[in-house]
C-alpha cells in the first residue's frame, strides 16, 4: 500500500492555477509532527524540492523557483497535505511529488513517498 497519494495535476494554461492534493494514511497512526514536502522533476533534470512544511502547518519553506506563486497547506483532519499553484509558467510542467518525514525544511531524503501528478503548463 502506498502512503502517500497524490492528486489534482492535469493541464492547464500559462497564468494559470492548480491545487494538487496528497492524502497520508499513515497520518492517523503516526504521532507527534514531521516534516512534508512537494518536489516536482521534469524530463532531463534532476528532482527538485518546491515546498516544505511540518505537519502541524506553523512553518513553511519555499524554494526560491516558487516562492510567492505556490502555497502549501494542510488539512490535518482529512490527512491532506495541498499545494495551491498560482501563476504558472511552461517551467513548472513536471511530475510532482509528496513526500513525508522529510530531514527538516528544504531536505530532500525524505523517507515516504508518493507516485507522483502530472502538471502540465501549456504556453
Known amino acids: 500500500q502506498v502512503p502517500l497519494v497524490e492528486s489534482g495535476g492535469g493541464a492547464v494554461e500559462a497564468g494559470g492555477s492548480l491545487r494538487l492534493s496528497c492524502v497520508d494514511s499513515r497520518s492517523y497512526v503516526r504521532d507527534g509532527d514531521y516534516v512534508m514536502g512537494w518536489f516536482r522533476q521534469a524530463p532531463g533534470k534532476k528532482r527538485e524540492g518546491v515546498a516544505w512544511?511540518?505537519?502541524?502547518?506553523?512553518?513553511?519553506y519555499y524554494s526560491n523557483a516558487v516562492e510567492g506563486r505556490f502555497t502549501i497547506s494542510h488539512d490535518n483532519v482529512k490527512a491532506t497535505m495541498y499545494l495551491q499553484m498560482n501563476s504558472l509558467t511552461p517551467d513548472d510542467t513536471a511530475m510532482y511529488y509528496c513526500?513525508?518525514?522529510?530531514?527538516?525544511?528544504?531536505?530532500?531524503?525524505?523517507?515516504?513517498w508518493g507516485l507522483g501528478t502530472q502538471v502540465t503548463v501549456l504556453s
Open positions: 512544511s511540518y505537519k502541524g502547518g506553523l512553518t513553511t
Open positions: 513526500a513525508a518525514d522529510c530531514p527538516g525544511l528544504g531536505g530532500d531524503s525524505c523517507a515516504y
